[in-house]
């Protein structure tokens, strides 16, 4: 059973960082599958995918967080980290990691059940 297991969240000011960590257990999956990370909003349900990264290490990000998040892997630990730099309000959420299907930002989709991911909240 794949379990992934998020941490780093804590309240933070605007314009403080943190960083966030992914571990996943129960299966060696990060060396072959692009590994993302999503948000989910206060008040929403859905969970937006905001960081990509594939198994060489190319990555992506939605333009909200471009510039500000940087998405890094280990593949031997099978640990995934988010560095977070900049934060605003706007980011205050849920964060989660899994592994993706799909070859672009756009067309990926979650292939595990989801962690209980780490809770951020930016506020002064």
């Known amino acids: 059973q794949v379990q992934f297991v998020e941490s780093g969240g804590g309240l933070v000011q605007p314009g403080g960082s943190l960083r966030l960590s992914c571990q996943v257990s129960g299966r060696n999956i990060f060396g072959f599958y692009a590994v993302g990370w999503y948000r989910r909003a206060p008040g929403t349900n859905q969970r937006e995918l905001i960081a990509?990264?594939?198994?060489?290490?190319?990555?992506s990000y939605v333009d909200s967080v471009k510039g500000r998040f940087s998405i890094s892997r280990d593949n031997a630990k099978d640990t995934s980290d988010l560095q977070m730099d900049n934060l605003q309000p706007e980011d205050t959420a849920v964060y989660y990691c899994n592994a993706l299907a799909g070859l672009q930002m756009q067309t990926s989709e979650a292939l595990y059940p989801w962690g209980q991911g780490t809770e951020v909240t930016v506020s002064s």
């Open positions: 990509r990264i594939t198994s060489s290490d190319v990555t």
